[in-house]
Structures are given as structure tokens and as C-alpha cells.
Antibody, heavy 122, light 107 residues
């Protein structure tokens, strides 16, 4: 069974750094893109970006580029989402999701982590 | 970036009803569109991809159609567990944006 397990909830202060993790189980982690999605409380879903763990090829939503950093360690089947300096506006639930291919192109996100709530408050 | 606009933003219906949610793209995206069901406190659940392919394990009362810029998700015979928020997402070019969501509520 494919499963993505995310790290636990975080409470941070503005300016602090943070790294979330997402560990894949039940499939060849290196061979599927892993994406990150944000949901601000009461709002919709926003695609942050994604990484191909096999070669660490990374794509970002321009709205998030430079604000967060996506990485992966295929040796331990884990992807990461990292902030250097958090803002209150980063308060949200963050999901990781495995992306699948159709016709050699990414076409859907079929398995999702449980989500990690990040609260940034002074 | 390609914008996705869903309509309606909210929808009231009853068990057994047939409902349709629309998703319009700001540019042509072929059939590179997926639909998800999202319930509070849970991750999104993939329903449809490539505009019309039903994800394994998803009940056949869910269906999707469309290509180019206009897409629809139809639920035929609403069940109590279907009351949730539905999102479309395109996979045409980066960034892979989502629609703003359609909240399906009990009438």
C-alpha cells in the first residue's frame, strides 16, 4: 500500500526556520514526483512545487519561489519542505502528495500525506 | 499562470440528487485536469484524472468530462459521504494551479 507519512504539527515564531518531512512507503520513491500543497485555514489549495527524488529535479510555483525550498533524500525515501525565515502568513496546513504519470507527463496526485499544521505566531 | 475558475462556489443538494460542478481554465489545457474531493481534517482524495478517467476505487457515480478550457464533474445519485469540497487542478504547464473549490452542502 502506498503511504506518505508527514512530520508532526509545528508552532513557530516569525523569523524562525522550519523543515517539514514526508516519507514514502510502499513504492519506489525515487521514481515519482513528490509535490507540496498549502491550505491556509478556511481557504483553498495552493500548489507550492514538486521534486523528482531520482535526480532532485525541482519545480516551483513562482508565488513561492525563494520563500520555501524543496529537497529530497532518496536513500531514506523522504522529501522536505524548508523555510529559512517564517512569517505569520505561512500559517497553514501543508500536504505532500505523490504525483503520477500519464503519457509520460505528470497528470495527477494520487496519494497524499496526512498534512502538517504549521502555526507561526509571536 | 493558468487560472482555474470553478462554479458554483457552493451548492446545496439532497441525497439522491445529480449535481454538476464546472471548472473553466484561462487557457487551453487539453485534458490535463484532475478532480479531488476534500473533507475537513483529511487530505484531498483523487477522483478523476485526464478529465474523465475514474481513479481506481472511486465509485462510478462520479464522472468527469471536458477538454480545452471547459470541464465538468458530475455526481449521479448523491450519497451522504459525498458532501465535501471539490477542487479541480490542471497539469498542463507549471504552476499546477487549483480551482478555488466548490462546497457541496446538504439542502
Amino acid at each position: 500500500e502506498v503511504q506518505l507519512v508527514q512530520s508532526g504539527a509545528e508552532v513557530k515564531k516569525p523569523g524562525e526556520s522550519l523543515e517539514l518531512s514526508c516519507k514514502g512507503h510502499g513504492y519506489i520513491f525515487a521514481n515519482s514526483w513528490i509535490g507540496w500543497v498549502r491550505q491556509v485555514p478556511g481557504k483553498g489549495l495552493e500548489w507550492i512545487g514538486m521534486i523528482y527524488p531520482g535526480d532532485s529535479d525541482t519545480r516551483y510555483n513562482p508565488s513561492f519561489e525563494g520563500q520555501v525550498f524543496i529537497s529530497a533524500d532518496k536513500s531514506i525515501n523522504t522529501a522536505y519542505l524548508r523555510w529559512i525565515s517564517l512569517k505569520a502568513s505561512d500559517t497553514a496546513i501543508y500536504f505532500c502528495a505523490r504525483h503520477g504519470f500519464l503519457r509520460q507527463q505528470v497528470a495527477y496526485a494520487d496519494s497524499w500525506g496526512q498534512g502538517t499544521l504549521v502555526t507561526v505566531s509571536s | 499562470a493558468t487560472q482555474l475558475t470553478q462554479s458554483p462556489s457552493s451548492l446545496s443538494a439532497s441525497v439522491g440528487d445529480r449535481v454538476t460542478v464546472a471548472c473553466r481554465a484561462s487557457q487551453v489545457i487539453g485534458t490535463n485536469l484532475a478532480w479531488y474531493q476534500h473533507k475537513p481534517g483529511k487530505p484531498p482524495n483523487l477522483l478523476i484524472y485526464d478529465a474523465s478517467i475514474l481513479q481506481t476505487g472511486v465509485p462510478s457515480r462520479f464522472s468527469g468530462s471536458g477538454s480545452g478550457t471547459d470541464f465538468t464533474l458530475t455526481i449521479s445519485g448523491l450519497q451522504p459521504e459525498d458532501f465535501a469540497t471539490y477542487f479541480c487542478q490542471h497539469f498542463n504547464i507549471y504552476p499546477y494551479t487549483f480551482g478555488q473549490g466548490t462546497k457541496l452542502e446538504f439542502k
